[in-house]
């Protein structure tokens, strides 16, 4: 490929990852509407209800290391489309769910599974594409995750008045299948030569952008990721197997990387508790008695100033050189102390502010992702950031549950919201810790 056509067309795939994490993690963030709605129709406790969400967002970064993997031998296009046709079938499943049994399975898991392998492939292309200005790059990326929580709250409130919460999200399956589209759409069009647009046929069929590919002495490319299979005199594949070796070498060789291990415990305290105001702040602020449109306003404003966050908080990264790190733990600690606080905010306006800030220093995701690039260099982000979201999964799974636990054994949100803060300033509190992880890192073999 040549230069100056890959550098034209890597904006094009940052366009895509946008709207990507805008499908994803913006309908993510919606949780709160329906959870409401979850409430009135189900005879459940907090915590079983609370547990969807858990279970969604947690089964999203769970299966990190396994996205890693699919993308690895299928490529991010058609792992980004396989994702896309899941998430769309778990929210429809979840519309004919009669229990919350079922809307686990299908909004919880398959939903999460989906939307968390099309994020992933997105993720991977950013990484092929962008090697420099990492952190404001992940950024514009995440940017969409806000704007898509804004947006996407909203109309499922819309949805939900109109045609209640299962029309609602027969609607929103429907829109999820663009994600298909947007992975169709990342590569270059100068790479159609060696895109196999036939899924049946074997093979990977996307590549990684490599300039100059030669040709080898099996008919194959140097660099083509559509040679991924090497079949021996005994009918062995082994490229594949040695691809296998490799990754497993590299994860062994991360779980002794004390910066690796220490950007997993931040990643974990932080995600146990970045959830819970998404999944608890509709629910507390209509039992204050607030009426249904401005929790409605309430909830999506923080998905709005999160975006406006993950854009200021890169900027001011770059035009200052902070190193995203230490803006992430900075971020995290500011976020846990106004949640920590809240339970003093009662009235709407109050809420809404707390729901703005909040939301505005809920920027974890572009700078752990930054951070990951850099600290541990480009050709260990695919694998460490699919282990990382796995601890985060982790949180996830526990953070909205135990919050759910602490509210029905308290009959307050309040503990919910002081665990939920203790939670996301340990996290920020591990980030001073860098140096020393480094200096063992060094001192390493």
């Given at each position: 490929?040549?230069?100056?056509?890959?550098?034209?067309?890597?904006?094009?795939?940052?366009?895509?990852?946008?709207?990507?994490?805008?499908?994803?993690?913006?309908?993510?963030?919606?949780?709160?509407?329906?959870?409401?709605?979850?409430?009135?129709?189900?005879?459940?406790?907090?915590?079983?209800?609370?547990?969807?969400?858990?279970?969604?967002?947690?089964?999203?970064?769970?299966?990190?290391?396994?996205?890693?993997?699919?993308?690895?031998?299928?490529?991010?296009?058609?792992?980004?489309?396989?994702?896309?046709?899941?998430?769309?079938?778990?929210?429809?499943?979840?519309?004919?769910?009669?229990?919350v049994f079922m809307l686990c399975f299908f909004y919880g898991g398959l939903m999460g599974f989906g939307f968390g392998l099309a994020f992933f492939g997105m993720s991977i292309a950013i990484n092929n594409y962008f090697g420099e200005q990492r952190t404001l790059v992940e950024g514009m990326v995440t940017f969409g995750a806000g704007v898509g929580g804004f947006g996407y709250t909203m109309l499922s409130r819309y949805l939900i008045d109109i045609y209640d919460w299962r029309g609602a999200l027969l609607i929103l399956g429907a829109i999820t299948l663009h994600l298909v589209l947007f992975a169709q759409l990342s590569f270059s069009p100068d790479d159609l030569h060696c895109v196999k647009l036939d899924w049946m046929s074997e093979g990977r069929e996307d590549p990684t952008p490599k300039e100059d590919a030669t040709l080898t002495s099996d008919g194959g490319q140097d660099g083509d990721d559509n040679a991924s299979s090497l079949i021996n005199s005994h009918g062995v594949d082994v490229r594949n197997a040695s691809e296998n070796i490799t990754w497993i070498r590299r994860c062994l060789g991360l779980f002794k990387n004390p910066v690796f291990l220490l950007m997993a415990f931040a990643e974990l305290f932080c995600w146990i508790g970045t959830y819970v105001p998404f999944v608890q702040l509709p629910e507390r602020a209509r039992l204050l008695g607030i009426d249904g449109t401005t929790v409605a306003w309430i909830a999506s404003s923080s998905s709005l100033a999160m975006s406006a966050g993950r854009l200021a908080v890169p900027v001011t990264c770059s035009l200052f050189n902070i190193h995203p790190f230490y803006a992430y733990g900075f971020s995290n600690a500011v976020a846990g102390l106004l949640t920590a606080l809240s339970p003093l905010f009662k009235t709407d306006i109050a809420l809404l502010c707390y729901a703005i800030f909040y939301g505005f220093f809920n920027v974890s995701v572009p700078l752990i992702r930054a951070s990951a690039a850099l600290l541990l260099g480009p050709e260990l982000f695919s694998v460490a950031y699919g282990w990382l979201i796995a601890i985060n999964g982790v949180g996830l799974f526990i953070g909205p549950a135990l919050a759910g636990f602490l509210c029905d054994i308290t009959d307050t949100y309040d503990t919910s919201f002081y665990f939920a803060g203790a939670c996301l300033m340990t996290s920020g509190a591990l980030v001073t810790l860098r140096n020393k992880a480094e200096g063992y890192a060094n001192k390493s073999p």
């Open positions: 490929m040549k230069n100056a056509d890959r550098y034209m067309y890597k904006w094009a795939v940052l366009v895509f990852s946008t709207l990507t994490c805008s499908l994803t993690w913006g309908l993510a963030y919606t949780i709160g509407v329906f959870y409401i709605s979850w409430l009135e129709k189900f005879p459940e406790s907090n915590s079983k209800v609370a547990v969807i969400g858990g279970i969604n967002t947690g089964v999203a970064c769970l299966f990190g290391p396994l996205y890693d993997v699919i993308n690895t031998h299928i490529g991010y296009r058609k792992a980004g489309a396989l994702g896309g046709i899941c998430m769309a079938a778990g929210y429809i499943g979840s519309s004919f769910a009669t229990n």
